[in-house]
C-alpha cells in the first residue's frame, strides 16, 4: 500500500470530522512502525479533533491489514513549522520563508532558504536570503519543505504583555 491509498482510507475520515487532511509520514522502526497522520482545518483543531479521528482510525480495518496488529498512530496538526506535502499547500503561504532540501545537489548545495514569491503546479520561486537571487524549483525535486516562521514577530503578535 502507497502513501495515495493511505490517502484514499483516512481522508474520508478526517473529512467527516470538518477537517483537512494535511499529510501522511509512515515511519519504519526496528519494531513498531509509525503512521503519523497531520489534519488542519479552516477553524482551529484542537486536541478532540485529533483524538476523535485518531479514534476513528483505530476502526479501520484496511489499516490494520497494511501495519497489522502492532504499529503506532499518531495524529496531530502539522504545527507552526509544517511540513508541506504538495505544491497546492503552498499557495496560502505566498509571502513567508521556507526552508527545504532538494534530493540532488544544485550548484553544489542542498540546502535553501528563502521568501516564497510565487507558485504554480509544478514548480515555486523564492527570493534566496543570502543573497539578492530569485530561484526556481520543482517541488518534485525536493526531499523535504517546511516553514520557516519568524518565531520573533509571533511572539510580539501574541504577547499580551505591555
Known sequence: MNIEELNNIIEPVVTRNKCILWGIEILRGKKRNTLRVFIDSNDNVDINDCESISKDLSYEPSLDMYFGDDYILEVSTPGIDRKFF?????????????????????????????????????????????????????????????????????????????
Request: hydrophobic content about 30%; some cysteine.
Open 86 to 162: 504538495d505544491i497546492s499547500q503552498l499557495n496560502d503561504f505566498i509571502g513567508e520563508n521556507l526552508e527545504f532540501k532538494t534530493k540532488e545537489l544544485i550548484n553544489g548545495q542542498r540546502k535553501f532558504s528563502g521568501k516564497l514569491t510565487d507558485c504554480n503546479d509544478v514548480t515555486f520561486t523564492i527570493k534566496d536570503i543570502k543573497e539578492p537571487n530569485i530561484l526556481k524549483f520543482k517541488f518534485a525535486d525536493l526531499d523535504l519543505c517546511k516553514l520557516k516562521p519568524n518565531y520573533n514577530n509571533l511572539i510580539k503578535e501574541h504577547s499580551h504583555a505591555k
